[in-house]
């Protein structure tokens, strides 16, 4: 089964930006349509952006767009978030989460575990 591990999480000034990654394991990666949540403490998981599987479509919450940038490089079985202009209040946990059908109609979902993000001076 594939898994998604995040990184690039850290500490970063408002203004600045990260770059946050998800990697696949094993290679369906190009078969799930992709997408980053965040929650912060004490709220629920929110969705931030999503990308189709191919690459060729993205959606973002009205949160984040204009600072925020989804890609997959689907050769490297990788998901980023590039965060530009971060504010305090995008300090979160951020997950990646992949999603495909399956052959009996279903839908499968895998979360991965996590990466901190705080924003702070």
């Known amino acids: 089964q594939v898994q998604f591990v995040e990184s690039g999480g850290g500490l970063v000034q408002p203004g600045g930006s990260l770059r946050l990654s998800c990697a696949a394991s094993?290679?369906?990666?190009?078969?799930?349509?992709m997408s980053w949540y965040r929650q912060a403490p004490g709220k629920e998981r929110a969705w931030v952006a999503s990308i189709a599987s191919g690459g060729d479509s993205t959606n973002y919450a009205d949160s984040v767009k204009g600072r925020f940038t989804i890609s997959r490089d689907n050769a490297k079985n990788t998901l980023y978030l590039q965060m530009n202009s971060l504010k305090p209040e995008d300090t979160a946990v951020y997950y990646c989460k992949g999603q495909r059908p399956t052959s009996r109609g279903l839908v499968e979902t895998i979360w991965g575990q996590g990466t901190q993000v705080a924003v702070s001076s």
């Open positions: 094993g290679s369906a990666f190009s078969a799930y349509t």
